[in-house]
């Protein structure tokens, strides 16, 4: 325990920035104080612990536990108000090997699950509880228990493990968690007695810790100190398998120590799909290099995915190609993100299709603005960085969806229209593309068509 929770410290220190002290006027919104105990070490959201590549809209709790031998734990809790919930287990490599999502988990005697589409989302009964055993999975998922997550590996049992809580896009006016407290773990030893869980973690601070800093950098344009990364043009996205099986090609020399990479490339081998950097299985993600050495700014667009609006309090969890999107700027090297945007925040035309401008603070086009039918998206302080796109849960029916991109090199052919075509332009040039510049009622709507056929090639 003692090893597992100064990792996590050393880590949130090495990820987070800052000091250690809250920052006064740059919390994001529904910031508030995180209360851990001994089972959730650490709330991991991005402000927090900016590594893994994560997302601004999604909220992670770290969870350890173990299993009584000849017992059981089981995870009590309350759906949370918001678009979606996870729990999901990693293996040594940081991939997710067992999870169970929203609607996969039947809730109690007399409560609801808010996300099953259709359901109603504002109500009170919203109970569920899970069982978390030491035995692998069975082979035939027919032959899952409901409501149980399977800790074993590869037909080790495991006594217990590390978990992940993830929610994403909490409603307008809710907490971070939901407007729910996080899930209680209850340990049962054989016979049915329960072992109470230990609450002294005094090590642990209950406050948010520095945050400010990512929007520090991001405001910066440092640029003027290349990374050697070379951009492809048109924009070359690649399907992201897992740490161990996602490269880059080598393209030149090695300076000192560090080799010269180009593009992002994938490679699908035996082991499968697996993700990895503590991914989350709900997700599939395309990925592309993008450097200043190629042009100012980068434009992408592509068909926008049907996702459910929840984020203003819908009624109900409407059906949708996905259950939610999202567009971010990494810093590969280091994991952390520099923007990020979701599906709600896409501006779409009449023909539901979106476009997306990245570009330095100091160099973004000032027909770069949802006003315009454009959402603009910040590039980060370096010249080189990383365009990630997620898409979670698709309908059966999607067959567009990243999920289904099973080789290299298909992305296109797999993705059709909702595939992102890029290019790179510059800033004066961006705005010649506003309608009729000279003035007039619709002077700031921007024809980009020539510039994206361009990308198609």
């Known amino acids: ?8 410290l050393a880590l949130c220190l090495a990820g987070c920035g800052g000091n250690g002290e809250p920052e006064a006027d740059v919390a994001p919104p529904q910031a508030e104080a995180f209360v851990r105990d001994c089972s959730w070490l650490s709330h991991e959201d991005p402000e927090l612990m900016n590594v893994f590549f994560p997302d601004t809209q999604a909220h992670y709790w770290l969870g350890v536990f173990a299993i009584p031998p000849g017992g059981e734990l089981l995870l009590e809790g309350e759906f949370p108000h918001a678009r979606y919930m996870s729990f999901n287990l990693y293996d040594p490599t940081l991939a997710p090997f ?17 996300f099953v589409p259709g359901a109603a989302r504002d109500g009170d009964a919203r109970r569920y509880t899970l069982r978390i055993v030491a035995e692998a999975a069975p082979e035939d998922p027919a032959q899952r228990a409901p409501n149980t997550l399977y800790a074993g590996i590869e037909g080790i049992p495991v006594p217990g493990g590390v978990i992940m809580y993830r929610i994403y896009v909490p409603d307008e006016r809710a907490s971070l968690a939901g407007n729910v407290d996080l899930p209680d773990f209850r340990y049962f030893l054989p016979g049915g007695s329960e072992l109470p869980v230990p609450d002294a973690c005094a090590f642990l601070e209950q406050t948010r810790l520095g945050s400010g800093l990512n929007a520090q950098l991001a405001s910066m344009n440092l640029s003027v100190a290349p990374i050697p990364l070379s951009p492809t043009d048109p924009l070359d996205w690649k399907r992201f398998h897992n740490p161990l ?14 080799p010269i990479y180009d593009t992002l490339r994938g490679l699908a081998l035996d082991s499968g799909l697996q993700g990895g950097f503590m991914s989350n299985r709900d997700n599939a993600y395309i990925a592309a290099a993008i450097n200043n050495s190629a042009g100012e700014l980068l434009v992408f667009g592509a068909q926008a995915p049907t996702t459910p609006r929840t984020y203003e309090g819908a009624p109900v969890m409407a059906p949708a190609q996905l259950r939610y999107l999202s567009i971010c700027t990494v810093d590969f090297p280091t994991q952390r993100y520099w923007d990020c945007l979701y599906d709600e925040q896409l501006q779409r035309d009449g023909q539901d299709r979106y476009l997306v401008v990245i570009s330095h603070a100091d160099e973004r086009p000032a027909n770069a603005r949802p006003e315009c039918g454009v959402t603009w998206l910040n590039w980060g302080p370096l010249s080189a960085a990383a365009v990630i796109l997620r898409n979670m849960l698709p309908a059966p029916g999607f067959l567009q969806a990243v999920q289904q991109i099973e080789a290299l090199d298909t992305e296109r052919e797999v993705m059709q229209d909702y595939y992102p075509y890029g290019t ?18 619709d002077t700031c ?6 510039l994206l056929q361009r990308a198609r090639g």
């Open 1 to 8: 325990m003692r090893i597992v929770r100064a990792g996590l």
């Open 98 to 114: 067992e999870g169970m999502n929203d609607v996969s988990i039947v809730p109690d005697a007399g409560s609801v699950n808010p």
């Open 245 to 258: 099986l996602t490269v880059v090609e080598r393209t030149g020399p090695v300076i000192g120590d560090l």
């Open 424 to 441: 790179y332009t510059d800033r004066v040039a961006f705005e010649a593309l506003s309608i009729d510049p000279q003035g007039g009622a």
């Open 445 to 450: 709507r921007v024809d980009a068509s020539a």
